[in-house]
């Protein structure tokens, strides 16, 4: 009798979950247990084709004969019917192995604008929303869990079964490059919206209908020393100045108390804390003494990526993440890893070196089952084995379906936050002015009023920036905003004499707190925006939409007062010129 009968115990969907787990677990190597404790990244495409640009091996050889049934979607789809294709022929290849273990495919955010190949993938043909830092400008956890639910259909109808988010880290350091895929600096908002998000793609509880969630980073990232992120060397600090090491647990503890299935830890070392200074995901007192024993969490706890492996992304080398413990070879870390109590290693693929740990002694095979059962339990819920397969043909019609397209534009537009409006500048009133445009589409523009290239001539000058940022070397480093938050002194003289010409509209897009003392007494309406297209911001100036957002932050007053503040501590830089939850109506509304 074949083993993929479903005769077998764990083929039947009649018995209890904890059953077929039991009966599965039972016929399982040590190295096919082995693979379901690693999850790696993998790209659209022909399935035995490498991606030496990312330093991935095809398909083929991670499914068939590394085992592994979990892997990371990069990119974005502009063609859904072709990824969900793409997914089914990987659950087709995983068929064929020895027990027909299906793979669950994971994603970083792609509702959204931000496009960094270890963070989050633009939106492509799914539904574009603003960043989560619009979403809590908002401020509704009703329209996170919205978004949320809309996210899952679209997830669900290409195949994709865990959300490698939210993150509810807290932006208490106002240079850390990570603050724009968070819910900004307020933890009990954060904790708010972190449960509607939840709901939104879990629903009341994990089921066949579900996107399990993966929230991170545990137990908080963003104190980095001087706001340098731990993906590289030079970040790997994660500091306290303010003992509020408490603080950024209260998101965690809300996502638990939502039905969290999995979360995972940051990259970063806890510096003066009491707690041991190793990555907090080699940290014992922190994943089991704190996360699973004082918190109760029992679900599964994912590393984040390349803690193991030194590699090349983007062409850029990357030494493993394994701070504070750089001098242990592969198979410690790895050991060092399960026995801090997580479950699986992100961004790896070397599951030999669980076999060799098993094979030396230094790791029991119970310790392995422990890890395997909660990975295998989350496929049986999710309904995998009975169900590993998309409609292809019907993805196209789900994802960036008008309805999702429209909820999530009406949103980039509520999450626009007018921070200043002198004299009644916006909405503008006249039926079609000239327009100066700097970072806006003239194309777009075209449609609300005159597109004329001098300043002089112009009624009002419409500008769009990003918040400033250092650039850093390398493919993978320079995706990364980090540093100084000041505008260049040169641009800020040039924006305050475009002011003196014509009526400016500045609209920074803030994926940090900007500094904008040096032309916030000069132009005529000063934006902030979280992720909007042109359209969404011409349909706000012109008043053809409300911006209703208020600020997730505060936005300081000068470097000085951020070099100053506690990098743990909400509000902490002194005088900031707009506060946390600031935020502006327009006339009569």
Known sequence: ???????????????????????????????????????????????????????????????????????????????????????????????????????????????????????????????????????????????????????????????????????????????????????????????????????????????????????????????????????????????????????????????????????????????????????????????????????????????????????????????????????????SRVERILQAGCDQFGGEARPELVVELVEQGRITEDRVDASVRRLLREKFVLGLFEQPYVDAGAASGIVGRADFVAAGEAAQRRAFTVLTNVEETLPVRSPRPRLYLEGVDPEVAGAYGEVVADPASADVALVRMQTPYEPRPGGFEAMFHAGSLDIPADEVERLRVLALTVPTVLDMHLDRPAILTGVVDAVAALVASFGGSDAAFLDVVFGRALPEGRLPFDLPRSMAAVEASRSDVPYDTEDPPFRFGHGLTYPGR
């Open 1 to 331: 009798m074949s083993e993929h009968e479903p005769a077998l115990p764990y083929r039947d969907a009649s018995l209890p979950v904890e059953d077929r787990v039991e009966d599965l677990l039972g016929r399982m190597t040590v190295a096919e247990k082995a693979g379901m404790l690693f999850q790696t990244m993998i790209a659209p495409g022909p399935i035995d084709e490498a991606n030496p640009h990312m330093g991935l091996a095809s398909g083929e050889h991670m499914i068939g004969e590394q085992l592994m049934s979990h892997f990371n979607v990069l990119g974005t789809a502009p063609d859904t019917t072709a990824l969900a294709e793409w997914t089914n022929a990987l659950q087709e290849r995983a068929s064929r192995t020895r027990l027909g273990i299906p793979v669950t495919l994971s994603t970083d955010p792609r509702n959204h604008f931000t496009d960094n190949v270890g963070t989050a993938a633009r939106a492509g043909a799914f539904s574009q929303w603003p960043e989560t830092l619009g979403l809590a400008a908002i401020g509704s956890a009703d329209l996170v869990e919205a978004f949320a639910d809309t996210a899952r259909q679209e997830y669900l109808a290409v195949g994709i079964r865990l959300a490698l988010h939210p993150q509810v880290d807290l932006a208490t350091e106002p240079r850390w490059s990570r603050i724009g895929g968070t819910f900004g600096e307020d933890a009990e908002l954060s904790a708010e919206l972190v449960a509607g998000y939840i709901r939104g793609f879990q629903g009341a509880e994990l089921g066949p209908q579900s996107v399990s969630t993966m929230t991170k980073h545990f137990p908080g990232g963003g104190p980095q020393l001087d706001g340098e992120d731990p993906h590289f060397a030079y970040g790997r600090e994660q500091v306290y100045p303010g003992d509020n090491f408490d603080y950024h647990l209260i998101p965690f503890r809300a996502a638990i108390a939502a039905g969290a299935a999995q979360m995972m830890p940051y990259y970063g070392m806890p510096v003066g804390t009491g707690h041991e200074e190793v990555a907090f995901a080699f940290n014992h007192g922190i994943i089991t003494g704190l996360l699973r024993e004082e918190l109760g969490f029992d679900g599964i706890v994912c590393t984040d990526w390349g803690l193991v492996t030194d590699t090349s992304i983007m062409g850029q080398d990357m030494p493993a993440r394994a701070w504070g413990l750089e001098h242990l070879d592969e198979l």
